[in-house]
């Protein structure tokens, strides 16, 4: 059984930091894209960052470049997402997404197949 489960979200100021975990059991072996996507209310569920678990190459939502870094902990079957220099529209639900297998797309919603519940990410101004 696939199991995603995030942790790590919050309430920040604007400016402030957030290190988001993702911790996937159960997940196949070519799983080749791991993902964090986020959905504000009234909006639909953007992509912000993702990884090809093999090669380790990362993709970023232009919005978040040079701000968010999204890594993986093999070992510990553990994605993570540092998010710095946090700015309000940056509010949403935060979900961990994962591949089960074969062509994939780091951005690319519709490839994903297992995801998480979810944490919320609050910056204040």
């Known amino acids: 059984q696939v199991q995603v489960r995030e942790s790590g979200g919050g309430s920040v100021q604007a400016g402030g930091s957030l290190r988001l975990s993702c911790a996937a059991s159960?997940?196949?072996?070519?799983?080749?894209?791991m993902g964090w996507f986020r959905q504000a209310p009234e909006k639909e569920r953007e992509a912000v960052a993702g990884i090809y678990t093999i090669s380790g190459r990362t993709d970023y939502a232009d919005s978040v470049k040079d701000r968010f870094t999204i890594s993986q902990d093999n070992a510990k079957n553990t994605l993570y997402l540092q998010m710095n220099r946090l700015k309000p529209d940056a509010t949403a639900m935060y979900y961990c997404?994962?591949?089960?297998?074969?062509?994939?797309?780091?951005?690319?919603?519709?490839?994903?197949?297992?995801w998480g519940q979810g944490t919320q990410v609050t910056v204040s101004s």
């Open positions: 159960g997940v196949p072996t070519n799983t080749y894209c």
């Open positions: 997404a994962a591949t089960r297998g074969g062509p994939c797309r780091p951005l690319g919603v519709s490839y994903y197949n297992y």
